[in-house]
């Protein structure tokens, strides 16, 4: 007798999303090695004492990050690609069930910074994943070696002022 799955789409209760992403997965490795400590330290000096919460500025710069090894420049088109990705929802520290923001506040928060911060969160995100040893590249073709690349620019961080 030949048997046939049914699919009965029904709220499950016991879910971990971490049991879900495989340990080799690039966005896992990210979250697990990445210390986006540097992140806050850097921009507060941009934000207001008094106001709404803001978005988190590291999932900000987490999703920034997605676009670029996605090769994702709208985001409208960012937000609809990383919502049913687990291991991304992952990395940006999102549950399943959880609304990711807006993408107008996407492009909203990213008028906020100077270009001079998205490459130094750039560089210090690059250096971390070659001090662990980690191997994290985008479709973009570069003619000089890794070690060359990580040499290539100052890790200090640029003046917001």
């Avoid at 100052?154 to 002022?161: G, M, N, V």
Wanted: contains cysteine.
């Amino acid at each position: 007798m030949q048997g046939q799955k049914q699919f009965h789409d029904k709220v499950s209760t016991h879910f971990r999303l971490s049991e879900r992403v495989p340990t080799q997965n690039l966005y896992r490795r990210l979250r697990d090695r990445v210390n986006w400590d540097f992140l806050r330290l850097q921009i507060r000096p941009v934000y207001s004492h008094t106001g709404q919460p803001s978005l988190d500025p590291v999932v900000f710069f987490k999703l920034v990050l997605v676009g670029r090894l996605e090769n994702i420049l709208s985001d409208r088109r960012l937000i609809e690609q990383c919502a049913p990705r687990l291991d991304i929802l992952y990395f940006l520290g999102y549950e399943v069930d959880e609304e990711l923001p807006w993408h107008s506040t996407i492009s909203r928060t990213r008028q906020l910074y100077p270009a001079a911060v998205f490459e130094h969160l750039f560089d210090h995100v690059f250096a971390q994943c070659v001090a662990a040893d980690t191997q994290v590249v985008d479709s973009a073709r570069s003619k000089l070696p890794l070690p060359s690349i990580a040499c290539a620019r100052s890790p200090q961080a640029p003046s917001l002022r």
